[in-house]
């Protein structure tokens, strides 16, 4: 997304970050982004080799990781703290293994687990990690991204009740694929928006509307919910607040 967040009815595209083999990642990464006209967001894959890995990653991330079997799963979170680091840093300036990551106290409960932050720093960020891919938001205000394959039918069904009541009966004369794709585009909306608060799934999914039609619904004043135009087999949202 080069330039400013146009608003909810057009989906966004995200730049697509890509390195060569042997290449250093920040190689990819754009030289102090322009914040000023809204939010950015980037993607990236997780599944390829990155130079110097450890020189962008903080002692933290090797100690979230470190408890994982999953040796692809694992390497891919690596990978994507290491693009989130070094988007971070290329915003604020600095190394990637220097950004201070932390976390605001839960909207819902107070609790140390609420939205992501940079500590001491006028910078808010998202980021969603699903098979491959992580995408990234970083914005100046509060921002929200989701990345979700498609639902299954079974789980798309389930769910749907447990979404906001326009969106449940919309949801409810849908089956099979029309289904699984209305009800995948309803969750990465409403989750998008629900990380955005820093509440997460904490928060009743059927308090806030936020579309299960083809455009995305602002669920509050202030407030903006837009499509993000994601790889074949994925589907993406972002939320962001005027300030």
């Known amino acids: 997304m080069g330039g400013g967040f ?8 995200p730049v697509e970050l890509r390195w060569s083999d042997g290449s250093d990642l920040r190689s990819a990464v754009p030289s102090q ?12 894959r997780t599944d390829g080799p990155v130079t110097g890995l450890a020189d962008l990653l903080g002692p933290e991330d090797m100690a979230d990781a470190e408890p994982m079997s ?8 690596l990978v994507g703290r290491a693009v989130l680091r070094t988007l971070l840093a290329a915003c604020l300036g600095g190394a990637p293994a220097d950004v201070r990551l932390a976390r605001e106290p839960c909207a819902h409960c107070g609790r140390p687990h609420g939205r992501p932050t940079v500590a001491g720093a006028p910078l808010e960020f998202s980021v969603s990690r699903s098979g491959p891919w992580v995408l990234v938001a970083v914005a100046r205000t509060a921002v929200g991204v989701d990345l979700e394959s498609k639902a299954s039918e079974e789980r798309a069904a389930a769910l749907a009740q447990r979404m906001h009541p326009a969106e449940a009966a919309y949801l409810s004369g849908l089956a099979g694929d029309r289904l699984r794709r209305a009800f995948t585009r309803t969750w990465v909306r409403k989750e998008a928006f629900l990380k955005a608060l820093g509440t997460g799934l904490a928060r009743d999914t059927r308090r806030d509307l936020v579309g299960a039609g083809p455009r995305p619904r602002s669920p509050q004043a202030g407030w ?8 074949r087999g994925w589907t993406a949202a972002l939320a962001v607040s005027a300030g």
Request: no cysteine; charged share 25%.
């Open 6 to 13: 146009a608003g909810s009815h057009r989906a966004v595209r």
């Open 224 to 231: 903006a919910v837009a499509d993000v135009l994601a790889p």
């Open 33 to 44: 982004p322009d914040l000023t006209a809204g939010p950015l967001l980037w993607i990236s």
């Open 70 to 77: 999953d040796l692809l799963a694992r390497r891919r979170r």
